[in-house]
């Protein structure tokens, strides 16, 4: 497990502290930390006497490089990229061992979100019965702190793009272009609805910049891995359909958020980097 993590040592403990209830326990955790300070010394020194804890210092700052950076060092035979500010489930691991044995460690896995009160998230839509993943329901079937996959698997293929994430110049879908990759290499893909992980829901606000940062990722993400374009098509309705109908209730800053979501998608789609990356990356998927 590798989190990334900068100046949330109380979120962090929080984790640990589901890996202490976990009743498979054969893992090392990874912390990537960016705080540039020594606020995680006491937290690494108690933990590091109850399982393999790595305690990384980058040089270089910025999520889209930590997680490559902390799977660099990584010696297990899965991986995974826990949110600093997510929770496991004491059977998550279990559940993810589980799925490995019986499929001879192929394939990816990926499980449901629920709030830190156990509740259904509010982040996004997301399947709702386990299924196999393709390109098409992968976008509603997958997340990152939930997402487990062979080591070798993922060196692969290159790892994480680092051209996608928070501070990247695309914002958002790394995940799903790591899974297209994977599938695109031969990995099968799999939503377990009962593999649970918990995670603070994002404040429902309609925030315009941050749409528009999210839908650059969805959408050169989509032209990167050639989508289909019923997929294409449905990614762009969806925020189309969301302006004209915001417009109908005169919901102003509704209709501002939809655009720039379809705005975000349209630039992320459309830009030499996408297509360029399209070129490059002629992998098949296998849905």
Not at 207 to 215: I, S
Request: aromatic residues 12%; glycine residues 8%.
């Amino acid at each position: 497990m590798v989190i990334s993590t900068l100046a949330r040592p109380v979120e962090v403990e929080a984790f640990m502290q589901s890996l202490e209830k976990q009743t498979y326990k054969d893992f090392e955790v990874i912390l990537v930390d960016q705080s540039k300070s020594h606020i995680y010394d006491d937290l690494v020194s108690r933990y590091s006497t109850k399982w393999p804890l790595k305690h990384l210092h980058p040089d270089i700052s910025g999520l889209r490089y930590a997680r490559n950076f902390g799977a660099s060092v990584a010696v297990g035979d899965l991986i995974a990229f826990p949110d600093d500010d997510c929770i496991y489930e004491p059977d998550t691991l279990e559940r993810v061992n589980t799925y490995f044995c019986k499929t001879g460690d192929k394939g990816f896995l990926t499980g449901a979100v629920l709030n830190l009160d156990g509740a259904p998230t509010t982040m996004g839509r997301w399947l709702t019965s386990s299924q196999k993943l393709n390109q098409h329901n992968i976008w509603t079937g997958l997340i990152e702190f939930n997402f487990f996959m062979p080591r070798t698997m993922f060196e692969k293929i290159g790892r994480f793009d680092e051209n996608l994430g928070i501070g990247a110049p695309f914002g958002a879908a790394e995940g799903p272009d790591l899974a297209l990759r994977l599938m695109a290499a031969g990995s099968q893909g799999y939503h377990d609805r009962a593999l649970l992980v918990r995670h603070t829901d994002k404040p429902a606000t309609l925030n315009g910049e941050r749409a528009y940062d999210y839908g650059t990722g969805m959408g050169y993400v989509l032209r990167k891995n050639h989508a289909a374009l019923k997929t294409v098509a449905t990614f762009f309705i969806r925020p189309f359909g969301g302006v004209c109908l915001s417009l109908l209730r005169r919901q102003s800053e509704k209709t501002a958020y939809y655009f720039k979501v379809l705005q975000g998608r349209l630039a992320g789609y459309f830009c030499r980097a996408a297509s360029e990356a399209a070129q490059r990356n002629t992998g098949r998927i296998f849905s």
